[in-house]
């Protein structure tokens, strides 16, 4: 079965970076479209960027433009999240989320697959 675990996360001061990992099993990330989404206490899981299932197209929410990029090592079977100059705004829960759907996808309805997530504090 398909299996994604998130790597990386943890407590930084504002202006930080964290790179988070998420590694995938039972699947071959080649042929999936690879997404980060975050969700804060007593909010709605949103979207944070996406990478398209060749790696050739990449897609950032509007807050996260500029500062975050997403990549991913078909090798290793593993997408990440470079994350910089973090704002105590960014601290959240980030989950990596699969889907095997061409195209973009910024709707967590979207991706069937998930992680357990992990946590990201920035203090300010």
């Known amino acids: 079965q398909v299996q994604l675990v998130e790597s990386g996360g943890g407590l930084v001061q504002a202006g930080g970076s964290l790179r988070l990992s998420c590694a995938a099993s039972g699947l071959t990330m080649s042929t999936y479209r690879m997404a980060w989404f975050r969700q804060a206490p007593g909010k709605e899981r949103e979207f944070v960027a996406l990478i398209t299932r060749g790696g050739g197209t990449v897609y950032y929410a509007d807050a996260v433009k500029g500062r975050f990029t997403i990549s991913k090592d078909n090798a290793k079977n593993t997408v990440y999240l470079q994350m910089n100059s973090l704002k105590p705004e960014d601290t959240a829960v980030y989950y990596c989320?699969?889907?095997?759907?061409?195209?973009?996808?910024?709707?967590?309805?979207?991706?069937?697959?998930w992680g357990q997530g992990t946590q990201v504090t920035v203090s300010s």
């Open positions: 989320a699969g889907s095997s759907d061409y195209g973009s996808g910024t709707q967590a309805l979207q991706y069937a697959y």
